[in-house]
């Protein structure tokens, strides 16, 4: 069997912008690397400052024509008040979920406007992925224990740790992903997933750096069905993405974990169908 795989994380900009993260880039690694279909996030609204692009309304029309390969997800601008419509046009417009960056955003993970964030995403099923992991901002606003905070109180809410709380705060993603994991039909489940991403090279990705003995120690804390992998294009480019799916095949794991970490298990958070949206927009 074929693994088709399924890559969350990729950040895509405006060609002008920048060239080599455009989605034309994105579908040419794509097709070098094996990666059938991927998760596309728009860009921030402080990268897009001084042009006339708006993230999201760009991003839609962007992947418009690439939905079999392309999935969004759209950007909140902290910098405005209506949090909650954002939310709701982010979902009207046919994204699965929405890509947050406490850090380079500047919000706090437990404020009032992430709170509203939070709340219209679970009534409306959206998808959420962090940036986890220092970012050179005071570490108050996004210290990873606050996601149990978030998880207590959005119960239904799913979410990504992207980085895995990066090599500093490793174990306190651990600590979040199994303080919020059940026993659902015999399984230990949770909605709070571990993301794999830019987690594969020691010294380009220093500070996100996991390695294969954390790598396993996932596995055996967390298990196979809360692990996403993803790219973190532009960033990483094909010389990046290789290795890092190579990493994965090296860990020893059966075909069927292999494909929940390639894409299954992030095909079915999102509830993507044999990889078919359901959601129609
Ligand atoms: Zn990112």
């Known amino acids: 069997m074929k693994l088709s795989i399924l890559a969350n994380h990729c950040h895509v900009f405006p060609e002008e912008v920048r060239p080599n993260g455009s989605v034309s880039r994105l579908l040419q690694l794509m097709d070098h690397c094996g990666i059938t279909q991927a998760v596309t996030f728009a860009p921030f609204a402080y990268q897009l400052k001084g042009t006339s692009f708006e993230g999201n309304e760009w991003l839609e029309k962007q992947i418009r024509t690439e939905k079999e390969r392309l999935i969004g997800f ?3 601008d902290f910098s405005s008040t209506n949090i909650a419509a954002q939310v709701k046009r982010i979902a009207d417009m046919g994204f ?3 890509k947050l960056h406490p850090a380079a955003q500047g919000f706090h993970l437990l404020s009032e406007k992430a709170y509203e964030v939070y709340q ?5 099923g959206l998808f959420l ?6 970012h050179w901002h005071r570490l108050q606003d996004y210290h990873v224990i606050h996601y149990d905070e978030i998880a207590y109180h959005f119960p239904k809410l799913k979410i990504s740790l992207e980085h895995v709380g990066g090599y500093h705060f490793f174990l306190d993603a651990v600590a979040v992903i199994v ?11 949770s909605n709070i997933y571990a993301g794999l991403t830019s987690v594969f090279d020691k010294d380009k990705n220093r500070y996100w750096y996991l390695g294969r003995d954390k790598l396993l120690d996932l596995l ?17 480019q094909d010389d990046d993405v290789f290795p890092a799916i190579q990493t994965i095949k090296s860990l020893g794991l059966t075909p069927e974990q292999e494909h929940k970490i390639l894409g299954g298990n992030l095909s079915i958070a999102l509830g993507l169908e044999n990889g078919k949206r359901v959601k129609e927009t």
């Open 120 to 124: 219209e995403a679970e009534k409306l």
């Open 129 to 134: 992925s962090f940036h986890t992991g220092i």
């Open 179 to 189: 303080n919020n994991s059940r026993v659902r039909e015999g399984k230990r489940v």
């Open 220 to 236: 055996w804390q967390v298990g196979p069905d809360q692990l996403i992998f993803g790219l973190d294009f532009p960033y990483n």
């Open 74 to 76: 759209g950007t909140i």
């Open 96 to 98: 699965y979920g929405i």
